[in-house]
């Protein structure tokens, strides 16, 4: 119970400051406001109609450079003065997880903004309303777990901003694809059984990095 205690006052602290600082959040919304419109520019103004797959593609690439750019902040904008504080009132397991989730609700928040002025402007081929929204959470928890412990292992480390570039990408592949997959079943309005696999794996694949993330950051925070 002291655990969540802590992870909920964490969290509480993480949206304080982001609304203090709205400039960062109205930052990620305008660039997902522009990617979306530069897509619009290209496809739908020229008359052309985007393919299911394209749209499908461009929109998970949408998502994955706006998690990338929200998430990096993460660990990188906190000082170390701000972090030997928190080294002594909180421990490390509940940095770690309030960060996951603070940073899970910030990308689902925006997935869901930018699914719909995608939707708005692009058009809605999804045949499946609940499945691709369920799918966006799961990438949106995916990408928030593994990215903040990339953030957190880059923060130690120079120049921290390329290597949670190279070492997040690579991470983010596997996932990448399970999603593109489950979305695009939501968008050919398949039955829920044909992705029931992809989104167990997708599943199993957050619980696993939370779990490493539980284990393994403490030593990482102690260094």
Do not use: H
């Not at 009132?89 to 689902?108: D, E, G, S, W």
């Amino acid at each position: 119970m002291l655990l969540l205690r802590e992870v909920w006052y964490l969290i509480q602290k993480d949206f304080r400051l982001e609304w203090r600082q709205r400039a960062a959040l109205n930052g990620m919304l305008l660039y997902v406001g522009s990617t979306v419109f530069v897509c619009y520019l290209s496809f739908a103004l020229r008359g052309g109609e985007l393919p299911v797959p394209a749209w499908n593609a461009l929109f998970w690439i949408i998502l994955l450079f706006t998690a990338v750019n929200a998430v990096a902040k993460g660990f990188l904008q906190e000082s170390r003065g701000r972090l030997l504080y928190y080294y002594t009132l909180v421990r490390p397991q509940a940095v770690i997880l309030a960060k996951i989730a603070y940073n899970a609700l910030l990308l689902l928040g925006l997935g869901l903004v930018g699914f719909g002025m995608y939707a708005l402007v692009l058009g809605n081929p999804v045949q499946d309303g609940p499945l691709f929204v369920a799918n966006v959470a799961l990438g949106a928890l995916g990408f928030a777990t593994t990215l903040t412990l990339v953030s957190g292992i880059a923060a130690k480390a120079t120049n921290s901003s390329t290597l949670m570039a190279v070492l997040g990408f690579p991470l983010m592949i596997p996932m990448l694809l399970l999603l593109i997959k489950v979305s695009k079943n939501a968008l050919d309005g398949l039955e829920l059984e044909s992705s029931r696999s992809a989104l167990l794996t997708l599943v199993a694949l957050n619980m696993i990095v939370v779990a490493v993330s539980y284990l393994l950051f403490p030593f990482l925070w102690r260094s």
